[in-house]
């Protein structure tokens, strides 16, 4: 399975549609695609993860690269993963503790980084929201 990568602007966000496998082959274009945003100067970045069918642990590891870049620029960064398979993997892994987890990018963008704002799925969000 290929990787698609497709970016557009929603407001002062940059959001980065990723389809097909985030893997051990296909990670090295996500985190070069995400390194590249953030040197262009994007600060308010959103992963749309909708249309991802398999994601390991590399590409965790780029996911947590990025958002260690964007705060060390004063950046937000969030995930749009509104799949019960992904999802469980971050609950898994505790990293639904670490990332702002969306359920749509509307959500996202509209949250600006607030991992308790509606629409969102982190451990540190509200704990009587439902859950995907």
């Not at 069918?53 to 964007?70: P, Q």
Request: glycine letters at 10%; one cysteine or more.
């Amino acid at each position: 399975m290929e990787l698609s990568l497709s970016t557009y602007d929603s407001g002062d966000h940059t959001v980065l549609e990723v389809g097909g496998e985030v893997d051990v082959y296909t990670a090295p274009r996500l985190r070069e695609k995400l390194v590249e945003l953030v040197e262009q100067g994007s600060r308010h970045v959103v992963v749309d993860l909708s249309r991802v069918e398999f994601l390991d642990s590399t590409g965790l590891g780029v996911l947590v690269g990025a958002l260690k870049r964007l705060r060390a620029v004063n950046g937000t960064f969030g995930l749009v993963c509104a799949h019960e398979r992904l999802l469980k993997i971050f609950r898994i892994t505790a990293l639904d503790r670490v990332f702002s987890l969306y359920d749509s990018v509307a959500a996202a963008t509209a949250a600006d980084g607030d991992p308790k704002a509606p629409g969102s799925y982190g451990a540190d969000a509200d704990p009587k929201a439902p859950k995907a």
